[in-house]
């Protein structure tokens, strides 16, 4: 069965700071993977998607993430974090064509000015 | 930006009531999901519908029903409301094929007296 471990439950780092967020799965094909963002009372909204092909993916809002096979990681990153990061973040492993996401724990990331 | 809609964003209720939670989407998808989000847990996955009368449960137990008589809406109902069901309720959907990927609305946040 998929699983997602999100080792982190807080995070905080100083505005202008690069931020690392860390995600590990657990799926025995070749995942699908996800991140997402939710900022207070809101939904989630997808930052980016991995499916196949380059290993580092772009995404919204100046984020990007590395895929790893050998680590089974998903690691999020940003060179110089905002204060309008401040959100919590999940991480999602599915199988594509439309199955179920699994999510993590989410981590909560803090930003001090 | 997503279509996906849910209401009341905001309910408290007394014990014992009966509620519905509305989410309707104006993407045409066939697939749509609740997600249960406690403080500090995974998103559990209660509810799924992969089309109009097609519903089955997720991985967490839950005493909540939906219903897909329309594609565009999936609600969820509460026969009887208790304070162990407090929690936020999301709402989700995603194409037949693809990534997979959801599309979220912003949540309803229940809260049981």
């Known amino acids: 069965a998929q699983s997602v471990t999100q080792p982190d439950i807080h995070i905080t780092v100083s505005e202008g700071a690069s931020l690392e967020l860390r995600c590990n799965y657990s799926y025995g094909a070749t995942p699908y993977l996800f991140w997402y963002v939710q900022s207070p009372g809101q939904g989630l909204q997808l930052l980016l998607k991995y499916f196949s092909g380059d290993t580092l993916v772009q995404g919204i809002k100046g984020f990007e993430a590395e895929f790893k096979r050998s680590q089974s990681s998903f690691n999020l990153r940003k060179p110089s974090v905002h204060w309008s990061d401040a959100a919590e973040y999940f991480c999602a492993v599915g199988a594509g064509g439309g199955n179920k996401l699994v999510f993590g724990a989410g981590t909560i990331l803090r930003v001090k000015s | 930006e997503a279509d996906i809609y849910q209401t009341p964003r905001y309910l408290v209720i007394g014990t014992g009531k009966k509620i519905t939670l509305e989410c309707s989407q104006t993407m045409g998808h066939d697939k749509m999901y609740w997600y249960q989000q406690d403080p500090g847990m995974e998103l559990h996955l209660i509810h799924y519908?992969?089309?109009?009368?097609?519903?089955e449960k997720g991985d967490l137990s839950s005493e909540s029903t939906v219903s897909r008589i329309r594609t565009e809406h999936f609600p969820l109902t509460l026969e009887s409301a208790r304070p162990s069901h407090t929690s936020q309720y999301l709402c989700?959907?995603?194409?037949?094929?693809?990534?997979?990927?959801?599309?979220f609305g912003e949540g309803s946040r229940l809260t049981v007296l």
């Open positions: 519908s992969y089309g109009v009368n097609s519903t």
């Open positions: 989700a959907s995603s194409e037949w094929l693809g990534s997979g990927e959801l599309f």
